[in-house]
């Protein structure tokens, strides 16, 4: 037992010493094509989605995919900190769901800007006090974030990129149990995502909404015998307070996706997405004619989400996900009869799929 022991261990200690060697080796290189890229932009979301599409592609195991992919992540976060160090600002304060995200897409190696509200991540990016944002758009039990499309469609920012987050939620709280709660403060969405919950276990708890699910906790603790908070055990750790109930989201499967956005147009990767927004006339058959263009040239809607035009009322812009990238040939023959079409189009951005 022993020797077999010493036996591993001092090869894990030989492959640690390749492992070294070779991430020094590519963090030179990476550097080398810093000074080749010079002024240009350092973070190119193409490329590193396909380092990981071919990094999962190749992987022969037993570490899962999802490993693979968070490894990665984090080695180019690094090798890339060494061409420039990325400042990205989310919805904060620190420790939430959007500070998961960034982590998610941008590894550890950036420096996080938490803003008071998601009008603040666009104002921090557009001013140049950030290069990206990441910000929610929807949730798979609640929908869509619809400050987030608003802001979209106002912005000279582009989509570069989206992050998956799986989201799962603790009630919190300092409180003896259950029974002693009479108020839990959460974010509304988190709050929407966890309502049979709630009616189940605490249905004569009073439901308050707070500016953000960190906000809730400190609100808690203020009456901490009596009130409790929803939120992901990550700000639960933060703040030190006890989990009463973990999971409560009311679909185990709940999921939020954020948008990257900054001032970058992202080339093509292979596996493209591209958002866009646009108007119909207001005359009967409109909103057919404008999705026609995308059935004529074979391209895939994956999301169409309206919202009010705030122009006049009863009046509705569309935000389209459709597959493939806008250099596409058949994406930009089925965007430019669209154009022709629709009353008005403006394209979000086209960025690499993720799951
Ligand atoms: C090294 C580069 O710069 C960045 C770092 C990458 C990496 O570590 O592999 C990949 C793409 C860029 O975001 C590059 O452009 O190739």
Not at 3 to 28: F, P, W
Not at 130 to 156: F, K
Not at 170 to 180: E, K, P, T, V
Request: charged letters at 20%.
């Amino acid at each position: 037992m022993g020797e077999e022991l010493k036996e591993y261990r001092g090869q894990i200690d030989r492959i640690d010493d390749d492992l070294l060697r070779l991430l020094n080796q590519r963090a030179a290189l990476a550097r080398k094509i810093g000074h080749v890229k010079g002024e240009s932009t350092v973070l190119r979301p193409e490329r590193e989605a396909q380092i990981l599409q071919r990094m999962v592609r190749n992987n022969p195991g037993p570490l899962p995919d999802q490993s693979i992919t968070q490894l990665f992540v984090e080695i180019m976060s690094h090798c890339r900190a060494l061409e420039t160090q990325l400042c990205v600002a989310y919805l904060g304060p620190s420790g939430t769901f959007s500070q998961e995200a960034v982590e998610k897409r941008f590894g550890h190696a950036v420096l996080g800007k938490p803003c008071n509200s998601i009008d603040d991540v666009f104002h921090t990016v557009e001013s140049g006090k950030a290069n990206y944002g990441v910000v929610p758009v929807e949730n798979s039990t609640e929908g869509a974030i619809g400050r987030t499309l608003d802001l979209l469609l106002q912005s000279h920012l582009k989509v570069c990129g989206e992050v998956m987050l799986p989201v799962h939620q603790c009630l919190i709280s300092r409180a003896a149990g259950l029974s002693a709660i009479k108020r839990v403060f959460s974010h509304a969405q988190s709050l929407g995502q966890c309502q049979s919950w709630l009616n189940t276990h605490l249905p004569a708890a009073e439901r308050i909404a707070a500016g953000s699910n960190t906000q809730a906790i400190l609100l808690s603790l203020e009456k901490h015998a009596d009130s409790a908070a929803i939120a992901g055990v990550m700000a639960a750790a933060n703040y030190d307070v006890p989990v009463l109930a973990e999971n409560i989201e009311d679909d185990p499967r709940n999921t939020t996706r954020f948008l990257v956005i900054g001032d970058q147009e992202v080339a093509p990767s292979g596996k493209d997405k591209t958002s866009l927004v646009m108007s119909a006339p207001n005359r009967s058959g409109a909103v057919y004619d404008l999705l026609a263009p995308l059935a004529r040239h074979d391209v895939s809607m994956t999301r169409l989400e309206s919202r009010p035009a705030r122009s006049g009322i009863w009046e509705y812009v569309f935000f389209l996900d459709i597959e493939g990238h806008q250099l596409e040939p058949k994406v930009a023959l089925a965007l430019d009869e669209l154009r022709q079409a629709a009353a008005f189009v403006k394209t979000l951005g086209s960025y690499p799929v993720t799951t």
